[in-house]
Each structure stands twice: as structure tokens, then as C-alpha cells.
Nanobody, 125 residues
Framework: QVQLVESGGGLVQAGGSLRLSCAGS????????MGWFRQAPGKEREFVSA????????YYADSVKCRFTISRENAKNTVYLQMNSLKPEDTAHYYC??????????????????WGQGTQVTVSS
């Protein structure tokens, strides 16, 4: 199994940028597909972005395309989410997750076996 810890969240004005990091330990990180999800109060958990084990394939929710970029550095056991042009609608608790296989595809929560505790992102208007 793998343990995941997110960092990099905070308070930012609309139009600003943040970079989230997710550090993994306790497993073979380079073999996991990785995803980012978010959840706002009173709303369902929402897919944001995902990257396959090699970093060669990426996938984004329509709401963040052209604004967010996912990447990974397997030598550092870390996946990143660069968030630009942030909007108040992006305010949520952001979680990273790891998958050993993808029965539901990169964008499905049911594909993921391990989850971090999340980091808060708040975007002011």
C-alpha cells in the first residue's frame, strides 16, 4: 500500500495561481496511476485531473482544461497540479489518489485504491 500527503493549498485571489503537491511513500510510486479530485461543501466529490503511471497520458475535467496542468516526478515520488487562472468556483478540498489499475478509467473515483487527506484551496473574488 501507499500513503499520500497533499500540500500547497491556501488562499488566493481570482486569477492567481497555486501548485499542489502529493507525496507518496510505502509503495512503488512509479507503478501507480495518479489522480486529483475535489469536494466543496454540500457537493459530490468531483474529478479534476489524472496522469498515467508513465506520465504519457493526461486527462482533465472540462471545467479546468487549459487552466490546470498535472505532472509527476517519479524519482521524487511526487505528483503535482499546477493551477492557473483560478476562479471562485475552484474553491474546494483537493485530494490526490493512487490506482494500481483503471477499471473505471482515469477519471473515475472507483479506479483509485488509496487517498490522501487533502488540502484546502480557497479562491476569493
Amino acid at each position: 500500500q501507499v500513503q499520500l500527503v497533499e500540500s500547497g493549498g491556501g488562499l488566493v485571489q481570482a486569477g492567481g495561481s497555486l501548485r499542489l503537491s502529493c507525496a507518496g511513500s510505502g509503495g512503488t510510486f512509479s507503478r501507480y496511476h495518479m489522480g486529483w479530485f475535489r469536494q466543496a461543501p454540500g457537493k459530490e466529490r468531483e474529478f479534476v485531473s489524472a496522469i498515467d503511471w508513465s506520465g504519457g497520458l493526461t486527462y482533465y475535467a472540462d471545467s479546468v482544461k487549459c487552466r490546470f496542468t498535472i505532472s509527476r516526478e517519479n524519482a521524487k515520488n511526487t505528483v503535482y497540479l499546477q493551477m492557473n487562472s483560478l476562479k471562485p468556483e475552484d474553491t474546494a478540498h483537493y485530494y490526490c489518489a493512487a490506482a494500481t489499475s483503471l477499471p473505471g478509467g482515469l477519471g473515475s473515483p472507483r479506479s483509485y485504491d488509496y487517498w490522501g487527506q487533502g488540502t484546502q484551496v480557497t479562491v476569493s473574488s
